[in-house]
């Protein structure tokens, strides 16, 4: 497949241990969040979002919490598989806005 | 697999020429985006249109333009190309085009600018 980025940060660890990855976001009016996977060679997906009235929403298996006192993000992985190994991105917006703005994107890598 | 198609999956061209990109939206969803995806500026939103209208516009070049036709489907032209052009763009669609929307991605077109 092809490299997404070749100069990403990257998050290496062991199936079944959890995984946190992190994003700093930049505009303290950004009222809306969301988390997107990207599998080499394909697009990203959408994995969860959150909205600034809330620290915390819970998927299937993924956390998102979100720290605005410090404009921080972040994604939590229960029992990684290596099918998790991807490059994760956060990206912001804020209401009625309609334009997104992407953080660079963590490689995670389960190792089996 | 999205639901959204995208062709070419790869084209390379030289600089200076011009290029169409293709895309079409999942079944049902009116609001198409175009994405620059290159290795040293990540993922940048271009432009957003809802049936057929422009309705968000982002970092695009002016050698660049986009439009949606009345059966959904957009095309992303890109002019006077440059070796900078080269990355993967993406288009994604979305039901009704509203900042929560999810958005769906195609699986990319790979443009090389020699």
């Known amino acids: 497949g092809e490299s997404v980025g070749l100069h990403l940060p990257t998050l290496s660890v062991q199936e079944g241990d959890n995984s946190i990855i992190n994003c700093a976001y930049s505009n303290s009016a950004s009222d809306y969040f969301i988390w997107y996977k990207q599998e080499s060679g394909k697009g990203p997906q959408f994995i969860i979002d959150?909205?600034?009235?809330?620290d915390k929403r819970q998927g299937q298996r993924v956390t998102v919490l979100l720290n605005k006192t410090v404009k921080h993000l972040s994604l939590q992985i229960a029992a990684t598989q290596p099918g998790d190994s991807a490059v994760y991105f956060c990206a912001e917006t804020y209401s009625n806005f309609n334009k997104f703005y992407f953080g660079s994107g963590t490689k995670l890598n389960v190792k089996p | 697999d999205s639901g959204v198609t995208q062709t070419p999956k790869h084209l390379i061209t030289a600089t200076g020429q011009r290029v169409t990109l293709r895309c079409s939206p999942r079944?049902?969803?009116?609001?198409v985006y175009w994405y620059q995806q290159s290795l040293d500026q990540g993922l940048q939103f271009l432009i957003q249109y809802y049936n057929g209208e422009e309705r968000a516009k982002g970092n695009i070049l002016e050698r660049f333009s986009a439009q949606q036709f009345p059966d959904l489907h957009s095309e992303l032209n890109l002019s006077s190309l440059e070796l900078g052009d080269s990355a993967l763009y993406f288009c994604?669609?979305?039901?009704?085009?509203?900042?929560?929307?999810?958005?769906?991605f195609g699986p990319g077109t790979r443009l090389t600018v020699l």
């Open positions: 959150i909205r600034s009235n809330m």
């Open positions: 994604a669609s979305s039901l009704s085009g509203g900042t929560t929307d999810t958005q769906y």
């Open positions: 079944s049902g969803d009116l609001s």
